[in-house]
């Protein structure tokens, strides 16, 4: 069985552990408690040095460095098979590592307990657990094996829910069970919060308000681990991204600098006496006064625009894949 399948598991009463699966991917190791340890920074909420895991002979994560500070936003990108699961399973302690030095919120996850479980959220795709428990029941219930959670009623009004806190989870709409899915994740008000694909399925009104609720939490100083195919998402709400590829790091950074992007030339199109017209310059500013001055006012379909962040991750995935 799939560690992460754990997640969302157990009944009523029990530790943590119970469903967050707490022992897999353990080993002897102590836990190294705070502070620097092996020249790691453990004021950072992940650090990450030299990571690998390998399926058989197969290299899924290859050597991968990490830090993402406290109260980051932080978003992992990267194609199919990159090894961002496998990554973030580790970092959530349910995957063994190969190799490598990892420390999220200051602990080793191989040697993670129950206390630190509670300080982590954790935002799966749903498990249909409890179907047949109402909205308020399900986030009471998961409350409780936290030492000190949110309120459950406000967490349900946090992710949209209020109106459906008396409905049973198995009438809810793909959407809205995603919002539960959040709810569960926030209610023990974790200080670091892993988003997996958190938008899937959302349509756009409920993707802009849960891009909301990431900033609200993000302000309140909860760190972010982000993991979406939607750059737009990432763009929206990520303080850096870092982009994987093989297993590897091909680069971290904010996402207006990512590949070189706020270097890269602008498009100025517009619509020309013949027909659609397009110029790609580093001085944007000049041809637009350039194109008034010859339309003597508004320059027709005038739109001046720069490579989006999905354009730039294009053309480095596409050129690492060459
Ligand atoms: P996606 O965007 O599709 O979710 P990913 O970046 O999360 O991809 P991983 O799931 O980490 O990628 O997979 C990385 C590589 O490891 C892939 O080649 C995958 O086939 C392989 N892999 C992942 N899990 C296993 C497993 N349990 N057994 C064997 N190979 C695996």
Request: aromatic share 6%; net charge negative.
């Amino acid at each position: 069985m799939d560690d992460r399948s754990l997640v969302g598991r157990g009944g009523s009463g029990g530790s943590i552990d119970r469903w967050t699966g707490a022992s897999a991917g353990r080993s002897s190791r102590p836990g190294p408690g705070t502070g620097t340890v092996d020249g790691m920074n453990d004021d950072s909420a992940i650090t990450v040095r030299g990571l690998r895991k390998s399926y058989g002979a197969h290299a899924a994560v290859d050597g991968l460095d990490l830090v993402v500070p406290r109260g980051e936003v932080f978003s992992l990108l990267g194609p199919n098979g990159a090894g961002k699961t496998t990554t973030i399973e580790i970092l959530e302690g349910y995957r063994r590592r190969d190799g490598g030095d990892v420390r999220v919120l200051g602990v080793d996850p191989s040697a993670g307990d129950s206390d630190w479980r509670s300080r982590l959220g954790i935002v799966l795709q749903s498990t249909g657990e409890f179907e047949e428990l109402t909205v308020a029941e399900v986030v009471d219930h998961f409350a409780h094996y936290y030492p000190s959670p949110d309120d459950a009623g406000a967490v349900i009004e946090r992710v949209g829910l209020t109106e459906k806190r008396r409905a049973r989870a198995k009438t809810l709409s793909g959407g809205q069970q995603r919002r539960l899915d959040v709810a569960l994740g926030i209610i023990g008000r974790p200080e670091l919060l892993f988003l997996d694909e958190p938008t899937t399925g959302f349509d756009p009104v409920a993707r802009r308000e849960f891009w909301e609720l990431v900033r609200d939490l993000a302000k309140s100083g909860t760190t972010i681990m982000l993991t979406t195919h939607y750059l737009d998402e990432a763009e929206a709400l990520a303080d850096r991204v870092a982009v994987i590829a093989g297993g590897q790091l091909v680069e971290v950074a904010t996402p207006d600098m990512l590949g070189g992007r706020h270097r890269a030339q602008a498009t100025v199109s517009w619509r020309g006496p013949d027909g659609p017209l397009t110029v790609a310059t580093d001085t944007p500013s000049a041809l637009v006064c350039e194109l008034t001055a010859q339309f003597a006012g508004e320059v027709p379909e005038l739109l001046v625009s720069r490579p989006t962040l999905e354009d730039t991750y294009l053309r480095m995935i596409g050129e690492g894949s060459r």
